[in-house]
């Protein structure tokens, strides 16, 4: 099956500062999305993105599908950023019609 | 504003037991799906339903059963709810375009299930 790698798995930044999260998928996609899990665990839609580029305020997402990888950049970060950042992907490949999730980047930000 | 809703948040049941999680979505989809998370496995797909009295089952979907009388609900059973079971449950849904892969889906707020 379709194998989700992230990267980093953890990452700790001071408030203020940007980051680049990476998704890299081994197979072809028909389906990319970016999650945020809150601390309370709530799973928040960042970006559905199985190619191109999108921004959303201080959020931007990239994914080049040719080359399997996804990168979401988190610009003049705040503490309710923290929490686990998931990228989640879909394809035909699969049995089920599931997306198939990352093992998550956990980050926190700290004033 | 459309949402999806799960009820209750959190429950706590003994072994044994039948225990029934709700799902409601007014986003008017026609697909919808049952998740569950644990550490370790990430989320593993249950059941899904791509419209009323279509279900179907995924991954991980033994002791679980799912039912589609309308649009907006996907209640989840445990039949006879064991430990393995504690978990959190997630609902989600999605618009129908083509196959549900090509669609993006929204996620409920889950429910923590705990199961003694």
């Known amino acids: 099956g379709i194998q989700v790698e992230q990267s980093p798995p953890d990452l700790i930044l001071q408030e203020g500062a940007n980051s680049t999260l990476r998704c890299n998928f081994s197979d072809s996609v028909n389906n990319l999305q970016w999650f945020h899990q809150n601390p309370w665990g709530q799973l928040i839609n960042l970006f559905y993105?199985?190619?191109g580029t999108k921004q959303n305020g201080r959020l931007s997402a990239t994914t080049v599908a040719t080359e399997r990888y996804s990168l979401l950049y988190i610009s003049s970060s705040q503490t309710t950023d923290s929490g686990v950042y998931f990228c989640?992907?879909?394809?035909?490949?699969?049995?089920?019609?599931?997306?198939?999730f990352g093992p998550g980047t956990s980050l926190s930000v700290i004033p | 504003d459309a949402e999806i809703t799960q009820s209750p948040r959190h429950k706590i049941t003994e072994t044994g037991r039948q225990v029934t999680l709700a799902c409601h979505q007014t986003w008017n989809h026609n697909n919808m799906f049952w998740y569950r998370q644990d550490l370790g496995h990430g989320l593993r797909l249950i059941h899904y339903s791509y419209g009323v009295q279509d279900t179907n089952k995924g991954e991980v979907s033994d002791g679980y059963s799912v039912s589609r009388s309308n649009t907006e609900d996907l209640p989840l059973t445990l039949e006879s709810a064991a430990s393995s079971q504690t978990s959190v449950y997630f609902c989600a849904s999605s618009e129908s375009k083509l196959r549900a892969i090509y669609n993006e889906q929204f996620f409920g707020p889950g429910t923590r299930l705990t199961v003694l």
């Open positions: 993105i199985p190619s």
């Open positions: 989640a992907v879909a394809s035909m490949k699969t049995s089920y019609d599931k997306v198939i």
